[in-house]
């Protein structure tokens, strides 16, 4: 499925896709990084294609695939995030712990309580 053609009447330029993330059969998150092109290409290029193509920040798409309808969109660089590395769910509202961890630094992660493994004993 080509997604430049669902909901982009100017042909925007996507961006690099970064990750996909499926809800169910029909809808679908994908998220984009902004293509960065250096200075002179960038100065070429509005000589050779003044204003036929249009560059998307760094954004994240709800796609309805069955549908071919955009469902929402995030403009990640409106929150300051100008790159993706990838998209990963979230476990559920048991995932922060907002109490300092033991060495301070700062809140802690965790989907609950673990029991410690010595590691030690692991060794071959």
Not at 46 to 65: N, Q
Not at 83 to 110: K, L
Request: charged fraction near 30%.
């Amino acid at each position: 499925m080509d997604l430049k053609t669902i909901d982009n009447d100017v042909k925007a330029l996507l961006g690099w896709c970064r990750g996909v993330m499926v809800l169910d059969e029909r809808r679908v998150w994908v998220a984009f990084t902004r293509v960065r092109k250096t200075r002179f290409k960038e100065h070429i290029n509005w000589v050779k294609h003044v204003f036929r193509e249009v560059d998307k920040p760094t954004h994240m798409t709800l796609y309805d695939i069955e549908a071919r309808k955009v469902l929402n969109e995030i403009n990640l660089e409106q929150h300051g995030l100008n790159v993706v590395f990838s998209m990963i769910p979230a476990v559920g509202p048991r995932i922060v712990d907002h109490a300092r961890p033991e060495n301070g630094h700062g809140p802690a992660y965790a989907g609950g309580e673990r029991e410690a493994v010595d590691v030690r004993g692991l060794r071959g």
